[in-house]
């Protein structure tokens, strides 16, 4: 038995605190709004952990119900809020646990990585995450976290990357072994036929971001891509104000910083130019796959096509270009 903490604020599961609710007009058919009233994420699971030890006070005191769920606030870690069930008579603590589950793979809580996947999906990233949070009452997740999970999320995408490349190549090659066996050179290497096309991240080659692929054109399978970036937001943040700081300073942190592979800015050059980059960086690689593109299926796109022709490039190997 121990005294409840002074970080514990009870929760009140059926009435609110708030003073002051949003009362909706006569015109508009919608529930009030409680804006001052936090909003916590619980998973069902740990919900269901809680839930489990109602009514099982073993206190000497308890001669009636007295749960009260309380939210130890000094436990907190980001969006994984620390929960007590106590009783308020005999004021014993039955459980505590935090509304989310740890990854399987470390001690990150399953809903700040998921928070920060999804912020990166939707476009919001440790700002638009710290707003967000800020709006629903909840604890920000500092700056450093983020940045954990964000390079762990990197790590765990690359290695899905390479291994969904990995499989497509291997279905090609396998295609070609059964069909078309004559595809192959005395070296082993595969000579097909592709599609590419590049993309950008907005209109008006204006886009700090672009992408190409490479699709095989018997199988429709994705065998290589290739993203270009203008901006890199270290850089632009760290790097930018160290410059004006320090130059001397700043030219030794940027080749440290470029070396570590941490600078996200691959690409020198026009927005437009990007995709005619993404083209020149696959065709010069395709030989560190066993592959060979002998044919270019475009859509008339004679830039990226002479740039492919070239035999720095393309590594002598001859071209064809159809236009669809």
């Keep these: 038995m121990f005294a409840k903490e002074e970080e514990s604020t009870p929760i009140n599961l059926t009435t609110s605190t708030s003073a002051d609710p949003v ?126 999970h964000f390079d762990n999320i990197s790590k765990t995408t690359d290695c899905v990357k390479d291994n969904i490349l990995k499989q497509s190549r291997q279905k090609v090659v396998d295609y070609y072994r059964r069909e078309e066996p004559g595809a192959f050179d005395e070296d082993g290497v595969l000579n097909i036929g592709v599609s590419y096309d590049g993309t950008w991240a907005k209109r008006g080659h204006t886009s700090k971001i672009g992408a190409g692929a490479v699709i095989e054109i018997m199988t429709g399978l994705v065998i290589d891509f290739h993203v270009m970036s203008l901006y890199c937001q270290l850089c632009a943040s760290v790097g930018e104000r160290l410059r004006r700081q320090n130059p001397a300073a700043y030219a030794e942190w940027l080749q440290v910083h470029k070396t570590t592979g941490k600078c996200t800015k691959n690409y020198e050059g026009s927005s437009g130019g990007m995709e005619v980059a993404g083209a020149l960086k696959m065709w010069g690689r395709s030989l560190d796959y066993s592959v060979r593109y002998t044919t270019f299926v475009g859509d008339g796109d004679t830039k990226t096509f002479s740039a492919q022709i070239t035999p720095s490039a393309r590594r002598n190997v001859s071209t064809m270009f159809q236009s669809d």
């Design 23 to 148: 009362v909706p007009s006569s015109e508009c058919d919608v529930a009030p709004i409680e804006l001052a009233t936090p909003v916590r994420l619980v998973t069902s699971s740990q919900a269901s952990t809680q839930l489990k030890y109602a009514g099982q006070c073993k206190g000497p005191y308890c001669k009636c119900p007295g749960l009260q769920l309380c939210h130890n606030k000094r436990r907190d870690k980001s969006l994984a809020v620390y929960l007590e069930l106590w009783c308020s008579i005999c004021q014993i603590n039955i459980n505590a646990a935090y509304t989310s589950k740890k990854i399987l793979t470390g001690q990150s809580f399953e809903v700040n990585r998921k928070a920060v996947i999804t912020g990166l999906t939707a476009g919001l990233g440790p700002a638009g995450l710290m707003k967000l949070s800020e709006g629903l009452g909840m604890l920000s997740m500092h700056k450093k976290t983020y940045a954990d």
